[in-house]
């Protein structure tokens, strides 16, 4: 029976005559009984034995993938011999288990500190950055590392609220009063804000164990972003007094100013909501694809087909197909805005079917997107308190308070902390 396969492991076993070359293909052999031992799994060995009587492969369900195509590698049984139906079903779940398995070490990365032991005893000032890597990268490492984490972002929140009130009318004629409760004191906030950034940025910057890793990180890159805008503006403020062109340069300030807003993307690297989202777009970059590119084809489908009945309307907004592209975009998005509207009846015909296809298209990522990100998050959040834990090393913040405590006389000093 098994001579009908000689080229799997029984076969050859069963094919050849030579007592060595038979003792290679085993794990032991009892001479008394004349048994030949295999140490592998007995579960999978049902299915190979059961290829030898029948001459199928049949795949169980409860069987993991890599162990069922590792087992069956070694016995010399080609995935070729089991029913179409049971090989893709097979094909799925080791799909699938290579997807969560990447997923799971791209979340484990997500949270592992950057910091090799060995990487910093063999640097120039290796204790001394290992120090500086932990109090600005490991919140849970010292208390100081804790407070540099919450000032981290609160001089985020204090940049953006800054921001935001020198944008309000009466906070502009207080300027114009007041010279140092308005303008001056704003133009204050904002000097030491990016002071205080940029001193971030280079102090991770000169103590990274690996600068590679660093440039390729992307909350690194959130950072540089935060501060770049600033000095760009100052570039700008000496190029708009040198030369004297202020219609264009003062175009690109107001951008530049314009885009400090991307310091709220700080705040990623304290929240772990922030950074699932993020995560979330990454793995999901191929149907956001899809659904930007469903949008693009309703949009063009549906602006013609309103444009070649409403254009020769009188007094009509849809004088060209690009004009309707916006009105083709709002309703889509089932927004709907008011400024253009068909007016005939076949094109409130075109529009219902416009609002239909937007209300489908929209509904489609919703539960995909959102049960991803909620697997995400819940992975990301136990991985972070996982590893925060491992961080915490000899710190113990409770502990150290109730000690406070009874230093001062809070509590009796005969509560025991365990």
Known sequence: MAARYPQSRIGRLATYTDLNMKLNLCDDYVVKDNEYFFD??????????????????????????????????????????????????????????????????????????????????????????????????????????????????????VSLVTMTLSTVEEMENMASTNQFSGKTFGEFVETLCITF?????????????????????????????????????FVLEGFETTVGQVSKVG??????????????????RHSTGLRAFGFTLRQCYQQVGCLFLFIAMGIFIFSAMVYSVEFDAPNTNFTSIPHSWWWASVSISTVGYGDMYPETLLGRIFAFGCISFGIILNGLPISLLFNKFSDYYAKLKSHENTSNMKNRG???????ARKKLKECGCIETNDTVS
């Open 40 to 157: 592998r799994d007995p579960d999978v060995f049902n299915s190979i034995f059961n290829f030898y009587r029948t001459g199928v492969l049949w795949i169980k369900d409860e069987l993991c993938p890599r162990n069922f195509l590792e087992e069956i590698n070694y016995w010399g049984v080609r995935i070729k011999y089991s029913q179409r139906c049971c090989r893709i079903l097979l094909e799925e779940k080791h799909d699938e288990l290579c997807e969560q398995l990447k997923v799971q070490k791209e979340l484990e990365a997500e949270v592992v500190i950057e910091e090799d032991e060995e990487a910093f005893d063999s640097m120039f000032l290796g204790e001394m950055r290992r120090s500086l890597w932990n109090f600005v990268e490991n919140p849970f490492s010292s208390v100081p590392a804790k407070l540099m984490a919450v000032a981290s972002s609160m001089f985020v929140l």
């Open 197 to 233: 950034f940029t001193t971030e940025y280079l102090l991770r910057l000169v103590s990274t164990p690996d600068i590679c890793c660093f440039v390729k990180s992307i909350l690194n890159a959130v950072d540089l972003l935060a501060i770049l805008p600033q000095f760009l503006q």
């Open 394 to 400: 000899k710190v113990n913040f409770i502990l150290r």
């Open 251 to 268: 175009q690109v300030l107001r951008i530049m100013r314009l885009m400090r807003i991307f310091r709220v993307l700080k705040l990623a």
